[in-house]
């Protein structure tokens, strides 16, 4: 991975303060335990150790007392390691969590990531009764997915995914996420037209923008994004139902539902969400903490000791969707040379991923520029399919 030299953080400009967000929602590790050893995993120091029912009610505890009194929503996303390695503890964090927001007058969803190695009819029954919408996370066909997803004696796991794939696609909102890294960007057409073979209909993308992308990289995803317009056509000329994030609307920079942020926001970390990993400690969200090796400068305290709110309100202000400085990349746009603020796809982009731009340029605020290019790839593509759309409608 790249990141930058420097791992001290940079503080952005804390003036004009704003008012703390009120929480919605958690971000739970379940577990630091994976039964894969995928070599870009940020979790880079996995320790078997899961969540207890302690932190968890001191985490609901945190929520609760957070938590806008006018809301009416909680959100508890299940993250891991891998959380199917721990069914008890999905079961109890989402029958506490129920209890907890019924006893203050709320209503409370649910949300995980999953490799789909381990989906059993009895985990079907478990993520069925607690309606948890389910991702699974997936780096392509057998080629591009075994290249790196692996179990730690070596196989690959595409083929216990496909063997488990008929109840993966009977859980409550289903979706894939495919990851495109670099090294398995050549697969990124073939993997789309495999799944949509295999009956998925809905699938985003989600790019590892933390790795270097070379010139000729970028234009086998320029390449490669194009066919997958052209499967997307294909679809919808048939009156096939398909979504392909960022072809059939405009991307998410994220496709996590708990990453997403609202006008005033990039994101949720540290905004309507804070993570929550097996030792109770706090951090923005799922990536600061494997990023960073679970470094104090990304802490945010510990549902033991509360959330230092100093912390917190340094990763608010990076977040503010007015803080990010822009990565020069988007051609055409006045943002080119300016502010994210400026730029066209803002709205799309966000300024990208907080926790990849502090990875990356050592500055939350401040984004590389692969992201932004990418964006901008899949913006002229979706241009020209909407364009032919319509051609063809009329
Ligand atoms: S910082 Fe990045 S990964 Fe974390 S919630 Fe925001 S968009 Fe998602
Ligand atoms: S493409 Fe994204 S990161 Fe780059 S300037 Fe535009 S909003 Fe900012």
């Not at 945190?62 to 390691?81: Q, R, V």
């Not at 789909?116 to 069925?128: A, K, N, S, V």
């Amino acid at each position: 991975m790249t990141r930058s030299a420097s791992r001290e953080p940079v503080l952005v400009e804390l003036t004009p303060r704003v008012s703390t967000p009120h929480l919605s929602a958690l971000s739970l590790q379940v577990t630091d335990a994976c039964n894969l050893a995928c070599s870009y995993c940020y979790f880079y120091e996995k320790e078997p150790v899961a969540i207890t029912p302690e932190i968890v009610d001191r985490a609901l505890d945190l929520l609760a007392a957070d938590s806008a009194p006018e809301s009416t929503d909680w959100h508890i996303n299940l993250f891991g390691g891998e959380p199917t390695l721990r069914g008890d503890l999905i079961d109890h964090i989402c029958r506490e969590s129920t209890r907890r927001a019924a006893a203050c007058g709320k209503q409370v969803t649910f949300s995980m990531t999953t490799n789909g190695t381990r989906f059993t009819p009895q985990m079907l029954d478990l993520i069925t009764g607690h309606d948890i919408a389910t991702m699974l996370s997936i780096d392509g066909n057998e080629q591009a997915h075994d290249r790196f997803r692996r179990y730690l004696d070596g196989r690959g796991s595409y083929r216990k995914i496909l063997e488990n794939l008929p109840r993966l696609m009977q859980a409550p909102h289903f979706k894939v996420r495919l990851t495109i890294s670099p090294m398995t960007v050549e697969y990124l057409s073939a993997s789309v037209e495999e799944l949509l073979g295999l009956g998925i209909r809905d699938i985003a993308t989600s790019p590892v923008a933390e790795q270097e992308w070379t010139p000729a990289h970028f234009a086998e995803f320029a390449a490669q994004w194009q066919r997958v317009g052209a499967l997307y056509i294909r679809e919808r000329l048939a009156g096939a139902p398909v979504s392909i994030k960022g072809i059939d609307s405009l991307d998410e920079e994220e496709p996590l539902s708990i990453c997403a942020g609202n006008r005033e926001y990039g994101c949720g970390a540290a905004t309507s969400f804070v993570f929550v990993n097996v030792f109770g400690d706090l951090y923005p969200c799922h990536r600061f903490p494997g990023y960073f090796s679970k470094s104090e400068h990304v802490r945010l305290g510990s549902v033991f000791t509360g959330i230092d709110a100093d912390r917190r309100m340094h990763y608010v202000m990076a977040n503010r969707a007015s803080s990010k400085k822009g990565c020069h990349a988007f051609v055409g746009s006045p943002g080119e040379t300016g502010a994210c603020g400026d730029c066209l796809i803002q709205g799309v982009c966000g300024g990208s991923c907080m926790a990849i731009n502090e990875f990356v340029t050592g500055d939350p605020t401040q984004p590389p520029s692969v992201p932004g290019r990418l964006e901008q790839i899949k913006l002229e593509v979706l241009t020209q399919v909407h364009e032919y759309l319509a051609a063809r409608a009329g």
